[in-house]
C-alpha cells in the first residue's frame, strides 16, 4: 500500500547523520558544532523510530524518549561548558582553543 | 502519504545542510528548528505522533532556545573560513570516493527485509506500559542522570570565591 520503505527512512536518517558529520568536521564555531551533534543525535532516533515502525515493536521509540532525555541534559552542560570556556579564553572558534597542542 | 514523505524528507535534510554551511550561528539555530519540524513530520508518518509531539516540545521549545541564549549571551562575530591545504583536499577526495564506494556496494548488495508485521499505531498506554514494566530502571537511571546534569550545571555555571585568601 505504502511504497516509502524501510530502506528509504533509512537512508534519509543516513543523509541526515552525514550532513551532521560534515558540520562537525567543518565548521569552526563551537556553538555551530554542537548543533551538528544535535543533527546526528536525530538521525540516529529516525532512524530507531523507522526500525521499530518496521518490526512491529515499541522497544525503538522507547529507545527515542531515552535519547531525547539524554541529548537534553547533554545540551544543558554542554553549553554551560562552552560558556565557562568563553568566560576564561574569550572566544569559541576551535582554532584558536588550541593550548594543548603547543 | 510518498508526497508527504518527500516534503517532510527534503525539508530536513535542505535545512540541515543550511545548518552547516550558514555563517551566522541565530541562523542556523533557526534553521535547526525548520529541520526539527521536518523530522517531526517524519516521526508522525511512522505512527509515532507522541515522538513527534515531544521532539518538538523537547527540541523546539528547550534546546534550540537555549542555543539562541546562549548565542545572544557570548556575542560572537562569524569567523572566517581559512582556505584548505592541498593535502586536506587531496585526503578528503580520498575518503570521500572510498565512503561512496561502500555506499553504492550496500545498495546493490544489502537489502533490508520488508516489513512482515501490519503495523499498528502505538498507543499512549502501550508506551506507559513499557516505560513502566520492562524499562523501569532505565527511566529511574535517566531521572537521576537528569538531576546530576542540573547539579553539574550550576556547579560549572557558578563563579567561585578565591576561598585561600580568607583563611
Do not use: W
Not at chain 1, 523510530?49 to 552542560?77: C, M, Q
Not at chain 2, 542540573?150 to 557558578?158: D, E, N, Q, T
Request: net charge neutral; hydrophobic share 65%.
Amino acid at each position: 500500500m505504502n511504497p516509502i520503505g524501510l530502506n528509504t527512512y533509512v537512508a534519509v536518517s543516513a543523509a541526515l547523520f552525514a550532513l551532521g558529520f560534515l558540520g562537525v568536521l567543518l565548521r569552526k564555531n563551537t556553538l555551530v558544532v554542537y548543533m551538528c551533534l544535535e543533527l546526528m543525535l536525530i538521525a540516529s532516533t529516525l532512524a530507531l523510530a523507522a526500525f521499530s515502525h518496521f518490526n512491529g515493536t515499541l522497544d525503538g521509540n522507547v529507545f527515542v524518549f531515552f535519547i531525547l532525555t539524554i541529548a537534553a541534559a547533554e545540551v544543558a552542560v554542554g553549553l554551560a561548558i562552552i560558556v565557562a570556556l568563553f568566560r576564561k579564553r574569550h572566544t569559541v572558534q576551535l582554532e584558536e582553543l588550541n593550548q594543548l597542542k603547543h | 502519504m510518498d508526497l508527504l514523505f518527500y516534503t517532510f524528507a527534503f525539508l530536513t535534510l535542505a535545512c540541515a545542510a543550511l545548518v552547516v554551511v550558514s555563517k551566522d550561528a541565530v541562523n542556523a539555530a533557526m534553521f535547526l528548528i525548520v529541520s526539527l519540524v521536518g523530522v517531526a513530520g517524519l516521526f508522525v508518518l511512522l505512527d509515532a505522533a507522541l515522538l513527534a509531539f515531544v521532539l518538538l516540545l523537547v527540541y523546539a521549545g528547550a534546546v534550540v532556545t537555549l542555543f539562541l541564549f546562549i548565542v545572544m549571551l557570548l556575542d560572537t562575530t562569524p569567523g572566517s573560513i581559512k582556505p584548505f591545504k592541498l593535502a586536506t583536499i587531496v585526503a578528503a577526495l580520498v575518503g570521500g570516493a572510498i565512503l561512496a564506494l561502500g555506499c553504492v556496494s550496500l545498495y546493490q548488495r544489502a537489502v533490508l527485509p520488508a516489513p512482515a508485521v501490519a503495523a499498528t499505531a502505538p498507543t499512549l498506554k502501550a508506551y506507559a506500559q513499557q516505560l513502566f514494566t520492562t524499562y523501569l530502571l532505565p527511566v529511574q537511571v535517566v531521572g537521576f542522570l537528569l538531576l546530576i546534569a542540573m547539579l553539574g550545571v550550576i556547579v560549572l555555571s557558578k563563579k567561585f570565591e578565591v576561598k585561600e585568601e580568607a583563611s
